[in-house]
């Protein structure tokens, strides 16, 4: 009889043991599935910010050229002081833009890393309250 009792009491405690560990894992698992979440977001805001970027850099240059362009027909003409205010006018254009597709990229990285440490805390707590309740 106490054999028989021996074999039962180990069984059930390497079934609860197999189960709490299995539980353990359900709330790695959660908690990993919030941080990969986290950085797939911080990930697609971080190149939709260069895009954003590029795209601003790209138009800069591309009136900064055609400004250029028309500064040397001006000097060709005869109009140097026109060519000089053309010129001018079309680098802070340049710059401008570039400043703005910076701040622009900074702003979503910025709010990637938010969105990410908030994912990663939710994780934890996640985790923490799964574990909590399946003990």
């Given at each position: 009889m106490n054999t028989r009792i021996l074999i039962t009491a180990l069984v059930l405690s390497s079934a609860v043991a197999w189960s709490s560990a299995a539980l353990a894992d359900r709330g790695d698992r959660l908690e990993e599935g919030f941080d990969r979440a986290g950085d797939r977001i911080e990930h697609r805001l971080d190149r939709k910010g260069d895009r954003i970027d590029q795209r601003l850099d790209r138009k800069g240059d591309r009136i900064d050229q055609r400004l250029d362009d028309r500064a040397q027909r001006a000097a060709e003409n005869g109009h140097p002081v026109r060519a000089h205010k053309l010129d001018r006018k079309g680098d802070r254009?340049?710059?401008?833009?570039?400043?703005?597709?910076?701040r622009i990229d900074r702003r979503l990285d910025r709010k990637g890393n938010r969105i990410d440490r908030r994912l990663d805390r939710k994780g934890d707590r996640a985790e923490r309250r799964w574990d909590r309740h399946h003990q």
């Open positions: 254009i340049d710059q401008r833009l570039d400043r703005k597709g910076d």
